[in-house]
């Protein structure tokens, strides 16, 4: 089992940037197994793919943040991060980390497990 905790949301201003993390614990010392990514769900709407990253740090981003956010991960440290720059009032939700050890259940949506999310408010 894996538990993740995610940190790192508030509230910015448009053009700005914020820096998430997703801690790891539990069954970490096959963390670099995991492929992992990063969702968002604002109010109103289906939860979306920011992101995602497999076994081997290759990132696939939704068109959406694509130059924008940069998804990293350190296996050394279990931590996943997103590196937002030019934040914009569209990108207001939570944001969720997410793993599996199958990567098609991360691109689907369907990873096995979820933190319990971060809110970023982008304020214009």
């Known amino acids: 089992q894996l538990q993740l905790v995610e940190s790192g949301g508030g509230s910015v201003q448009a053009g700005g940037s914020l820096r998430l993390s997703c801690v790891a614990s539990g069954d970490t010392y096959r963390y670099r197994t995991y492929y992992m990514g990063w969702f968002r769900e604002a109010p109103g709407k289906e939860r979306e793919v920011v992101g995602r990253?497999?076994?081997?740090?290759?990132?696939r981003y939704a068109d959406s943040v694509k130059g924008r956010f940069t998804i990293l991960r350190n296996n050394d440290a279990n931590t996943l991060y997103l590196e937002m720059n030019s934040l914009k009032p569209e990108d207001t939700a939570m944001y969720y980390c997410a793993a599996d050890r199958t990567y098609s259940r991360v691109i689907d949506g369907r990873a096995t497990y979820w933190g319990q999310g971060t809110q970023v408010t982008v304020s214009s």
């Open positions: 990253i497999d076994t081997d740090g290759n990132v």
